[in-house]
């Protein structure tokens, strides 16, 4: 980090790591001049330019300047040098919604309270023309006072964004909370899309775990598809209509944003000022995205090869091809037996491509780079000096989720089942989200 010991800037004293991912860290921060806390999100410029990901970060400067609301984390101001971007945003002392439904679920009224605060942000962002496109409850943080606040809009989209066709067409999202019609990728409406995922978190809230889960990914979607979700016979009658209309597999008969907030569960004990339109008490600081982003800062970042920064695209019949949930030669094959496998995971592309890297030093195979998002690793077996090949291919989900392929293309079946068994599976646990065909679900 580019600070003076730890000051930052001569604006902010920089404490202790709050959380990281691939490109990004997170630090508490304190404004020396007001004492104020704050989150600071650091971001290596060198990483993003590499992977391709400057537009969407300067997309997500772009709409956290424009959604000023007391339910969503404020940007306070963005900063830059040369190799890093510092996000200074209001700080969430209360951390993720998460960790507390984690403990179980929440009474009705608690629930109904988060849920009006989420619903009263999304529908502020979507009059602004912003569609966040990844609602899920590690995105939702509390405040000190246990307000909700709305957080990471790094998928989110504009109404600019839309085709012709006036819909959205990139699928993006996590998994467990996104549409039907974004899987289907046949272009979807940005809010109708946000409001699956908002129905999504309430029945989390309320039932303490997810509608739609199963640890095969295309039975998962399946069930996404069909709307097959069962409400637990704690629900009332009327939260169950409401669930009956927002988690509508159609979105042209899907609840809009605005027919929520005129139900009359939903606008029980909801103060009037729980419906503000923005954060009027925070400093509007107008923020030159350019001058942050300078593309000079950027000339002399070689870009890194098309196969780590763009993996294969998956559409859905590509997924149900591959998935073997829907694979006909389990009939005759055991998942033990097999030369191929799949595994499910949430890292980037290029993290997974590094952590592929390391198994293949590890095991002292060599490494081939072969068409986008794809590889292969070869080598010697312990045991025996005969070649043992396994090629694996990378395919995007969506942004931030990922399917990886590994099949045998030569050798000893037995060599390699046991070669998967003994030492690529246990080295690959930290990026597994779940290996498809089993009834294990493997977080990371």
């Given amino acids: 980090m580019e600070t003076n010991g730890n000051i930052l800037m001569e604006k902010y004293e920089v404490g202790r790591l709050l959380g990281q991912g691939t490109f990004a860290k997170v630090y508490y921060g304190r404004n020396l001049k007001t004492g104020q806390s704050v989150a600071i999100k650091v971001i290596d410029k060198e990483k993003v330019v590499k992977v391709g990901l400057i537009d969407q970060t300067k997309r997500e400067i772009s709409i956290m300047s424009m959604v000023k609301h007391q339910n969503i984390v404020q940007l306070h101001e963005v900063m830059a040098t040369k190799t890093k971007i510092y996000f200074v945003m209001e700080y969430a002392k209360g951390g993720e919604l998460f960790h507390k439904v984690a403990k179980g679920k929440f009474k009705e009224d608690i629930a109904r309270k988060y849920f009006q605060q989420l619903i009263c942000a999304v529908h502020f962002c979507h009059s602004r023309g912003v569609y966040h496109r990844d609602l899920k409850l590690e995105n939702l943080l509390l405040d000190e006072n246990g307000n909700l606040k709305v957080s990471d809009f790094g998928l989110s989209a504009l109404s600019e964004s839309k085709r012709q066709d006036g819909l959205l067409h990139t699928t993006c999202g996590t998994p467990a909370y996104v549409a039907p019609e974004v899987i289907s990728r046949k272009g979807y409406d940005g809010a109708k899309a946000d409001v699956w995922s908002c129905g999504v978190i309430l029945f989390v809230l309320l039932a303490g775990y997810l509608p739609f889960y199963d640890a095969n990914l295309m039975e998962m979607y399946r069930k996404i598809s069909r709307a097959e979700y069962k409400c637990p016979n704690w629900f009332p009658p009327e939260v169950r209509r409401l669930f009956m209309r927002i988690l509508d597999p159609n979105p042209n008969s899907r609840i809009s944003i605005a027919k929520i907030m005129e139900k009359s569960w939903f606008?029980?004990?909801?103060?009037?000022?729980?419906?503000?339109?923005?954060?009027?008490?925070?400093?509007?600081?107008?923020?030159?995205?350019?001058?942050?982003?300078?593309?000079?800062?950027?000339?002399?970042?070689?870009?890194?090869?098309?196969?780590?920064?763009?993996?294969?695209?998956?559409?859905?019949?590509?997924?149900?091809?591959?998935?073997?949930?829907?694979?006909?030669?389990?009939?005759?094959?055991?998942?033990?037996?097999?030369?191929?496998?799949?595994?499910?995971?949430?890292?980037?592309?290029?993290?997974?491509?590094?952590?592929?890297?390391?198994?293949?030093?590890?095991?002292?195979?060599?490494?081939?780079?072969?068409?986008?998002?794809?590889?292969?690793?070869?080598?010697?077996?312990?045991?025996r000096n005969a070649t043992l090949s396994v090629d694996v291919t990378i395919f995007e989900i969506s942004p931030s989720f990922y399917l990886v392929e590994l099949t045998k293309s030569s050798g000893d079946s037995i060599d390699y089942q046991r070669l998967l068994r003994q030492k690529i599976r246990p080295a690959l646990r930290e990026i597994v989200w779940a290996w498809q065909g089993e009834q294990q679900h493997t977080t990371s």
Avoid: H, W, Y
């Fill in 267 to 383: 606008r029980k004990g909801l103060d009037s000022k729980d419906t503000g339109t923005s954060a009027g008490d925070i400093e509007k600081r107008p923020i030159d995205i350019d001058a942050v982003l300078k593309p000079s800062d950027c000339d002399n970042i070689a870009p890194t090869k098309p196969e780590l920064a763009k993996p294969t695209n998956l559409n859905a019949f590509d997924i149900i091809s591959l998935s073997t949930g829907f694979d006909l030669s389990g009939l005759f094959v055991s998942n033990d037996q097999k030369d191929e496998v799949q595994f499910t995971s949430t890292k980037s592309a290029s993290f997974i491509m590094s952590k592929l890297e390391d198994i293949a030093r590890l095991l002292r195979f060599e490494l081939t780079k072969k068409d986008q998002g794809s590889m292969r690793i070869e080598g010697s077996n312990d045991s």
